[in-house]
């Protein structure tokens, strides 16, 4: 039932071919009205708590219908034999990254998910969602299961009730966001005057962006994060790389309400990609501005953007202010800025940010000489390094080695190293190019330098700059062509390009062998793949399951904290129990309880037990004490 989805979305993109545009405009239009099809379903079926596997099937059979209505009534049945062949043509030409992709595609689904956030709350929430027939707020004990963005995750329960209550392409999710980034970023640095050559270069940097490849094989938001914020930028260079003012056509209006959607979707995935989109818009502001263009016409295009994005934002907004009284729940706004607006904490905070992918595989002693040489700048600076408000919860700082390709610790040598170098060119050419290049060069350098310095460093901080790395791939593209074409020394000349591609090539080659050997270690039950980082609790997970399981339990209760493990017993449980809820939820979410809930049994985390719990009118007693999980039995007569 699953090939719905993939199918609607392909119809979707075949609406919108049109010979006089690129097919990359059509794959951007129709991923944005997918998204919003499911965005708009997804929230009107939890009103009446419909959200269930016939109500999602059906709509997504109609919209397929209705695609296909579409098709024949405007003809393009007619192109679809040529649009075949146009791709067939392309993905010879494009071999490579065609094998590459594949390759990717297969690790992504054979890795089983198995990091913190995915078995914490991103998959979690999904199966209480499913459960619950809604995505409106329950009471939990984790509280980013409520607080965090969802539109990843939307998309995760449409996949969840599609696949017969399974995992197993939840991670295709970040793949398939992975390639289009890869795709955009071709087309911007096309748009930027690059030759194929070189934005296949850019292509190929991103594909090998430690932090890109590992995040596209996780159930994690940032690779899709991407995707908006690329497009958002796709369509602004549009009117940044223009000479005649902004007109008020149809065509403009379009790419508005494009971009419009991208800031609603980026705020719904990834807030984060929100300020380089702000940052952008006030670039885009300043060039009309100049450009002297009708204030009459901005004013309406941007009235005809704000609907898409109050929209778009507007339910989950309403959502967080009744359950936590703010727009973003403090654990996912606040706390990821800066807590200080001291300009030496400032530049120390950038400084750690920055330094986070500077080590490298090259000088294996790279991340302590570096290290120390921050603490040394903030010593002399009069700066309390880890202090909490540029530090997460005070953590020592620290460099991760180069040799790290985590898919959320990942250092990005190679993409920073080489846009330090094109920045430093594009600075000594200034005069002699074109200013649309260095325009989109010198946005894209203050972007990262912002974001460096305003997001509070944290030992996953490299997820953040995901998109911001990204951009500087077709940065890249751009200033290896002028330096292979103007450099005056010949050996820079002839050799810049192919360094840059062997590195790229050397951390694919290693990309593939870190995350290739988890699959191996993962060679085992579903269930016992996902404590793959944490094995010392698989077996007492598995036990208390069992034992839940032979008691032919209806209703479980459980009382956990923030950094444990629901995912695996909810997937151990799915069917064998009616429904799993929170108890005892003594945050901002307990509002959200449901009063009628009675548990038969509860699991227990180590730091909430006793040797008796009290839920409402009713007592339990432990019957499984274990190391750091608990099992209580509800005490008959109470």
Avoid at 457 to 464: A, I, N
Avoid at 604 to 615: H, T
Wanted: glycine share 6%; with cysteine; net charge neutral.
């Amino acid at each position: 039932m699953f090939i719905i989805l993939g199918i609607s979305f392909l119809l979707l993109v075949v609406c919108f071919v049109n010979d006089k545009k690129e097919e990359i405009d059509a794959w951007i239009k129709g991923t944005i009205v997918w998204c919003s099809l499911l965005f708009l379903h997804i929230e009107v079926f939890s009103c009446f708590y419909m959200l269930n596997k016939a109500a999602v099937f059906c709509f997504w059979l109609a919209v397929g219908i209705g695609a296909v209505v579409y098709i024949i009534k405007t003809g393009k049945r007619i192109r679809i034999g040529k649009i075949a062949s146009t791709l067939y043509k392309k993905a010879v030409s494009n071999i490579f990254f065609v094998i590459l992709f594949g390759m990717i595609s297969v690790l992504a689904v054979v890795t089983v998910p198995y990091n913190w956030d995915s078995m914490t709350y991103h998959m979690p929430r999904v199966l209480h969602w499913v459960q619950n027939q809604s995505v409106a707020h329950y009471a939990t004990n984790i509280v980013r299961q409520t607080a965090s963005p969802v539109f990843h995750e939307f998309i995760c329960t449409e996949l969840y009730l599609l696949t017969q209550s399974r995992d197993v392409l939840f991670n295709l999710i970040q793949c398939a966001a992975f390639f289009t980034n890869a795709w955009i970023i071709f087309e911007i640095a096309k748009k930027l005057g690059c030759e194929e050559k070189y934005c296949k270069a850019g292509t190929l940097l991103f594909c090998a962006m430690p932090i890109a490849f590992g995040e596209a094989l996780t159930t994690q938001n940032d690779n899709l994060a991407c995707v908006f914020f690329l497009i958002y930028i796709y369509y602004l260079l549009d009117f940044l790389h223009r000479k005649e003012k902004i007109e008020d056509n149809r065509e403009t209006c379009g790419k508005c309400i494009c971009m419009a959607a991208c800031v609603g979707f980026g705020y719904l995935t990834k807030p984060t990609v929100s300020m380089g989109m702000a940052f952008w818009a006030v670039v885009l502001l300043v060039f009309c501005i100049i450009r002297k263009d009708s204030v009459k016409t901005i004013i309406k295009l941007i009235f005809a953007a704000l609907p898409v994005m109050i929209l778009l934002m507007a339910p989950e907004m309403i959502r967080n202010i009744r359950t936590f009284g703010a727009i973003l729940a403090p654990i996912t706004g606040a706390r990821q800025l800066v807590g200080t607006l001291n300009p030496k904490y400032l530049f120390v905070n950038g400084l750690k940010n920055l330094s986070f992918n500077l080590p490298t595989i090259y000088i294996p002693a790279s991340s302590e000489i570096l290290g120390k040489m921050i603490y040394l700048i903030a010593a002399v600076s009069g700066v309390d390094i880890n202090h909490e408000s540029i530090a997460e919860d005070g953590k020592e700082f620290m460099l991760r080695a180069g040799s790290d390709y985590g898919h959320d610790t990942a250092v990005n040598f190679t993409i920073l190293l080489t846009a330090i170098v094109c920045f430093l060119w594009c600075l000594y050419r200034r005069k002699a190019v074109d200013k649309y290049q260095k325009t989109y060069t010198y946005g894209t350098v203050v972007s990262f330098v912002c974001i460096c310095i305003l997001i509070r460093w944290e030992p996953f901080v490299s997820r953040y700059m995901l998109p911001y790395l990204a951009l500087m791939c077709p940065m890249v593209a751009v200033w290896a062509e002028d330096i292979s074409k103007n450099c005056r020394s010949e050996v820079v000349k002839r050799s810049f390009m192919p360094i840059i591609c062997w590195m790229a090539i050397l951390d694919l080659m290693l990309l593939f062998s870190y995350h290739g050997e988890i699959v191996v270690k993962q060679g085992m039950s579903r269930p016992s793949a996902y404590f793959t980082t944490r094995g010392s609790v698989r077996d007492e997970y598995l036990n208390i399951c069992s034992y839940l399981k032979e008691a032919e339990t209806k209703n479980i209760g459980i009382l956990l904290g923030e950094d444990t493990y629901e995912y695996p017993i909810q997937y151990m449980l799915k069917h064998s129990v009616e429904r799993i809820e929170h108890v005892l939820v003594g945050n901002d979410t307990g509002k959200c309880e449901d009063p009628s809930f009675v548990p038969d049994y509860i699991i227990a985390e180590e730091i909430f037990a006793q040797e008796e719990l009290e839920v409402g009118t009713h007592r339990y007693k432990r019957v499984v004490n274990g190391e750091n999980m608990n099992v209580y039995e509800m005490i008959p007569g109470f």
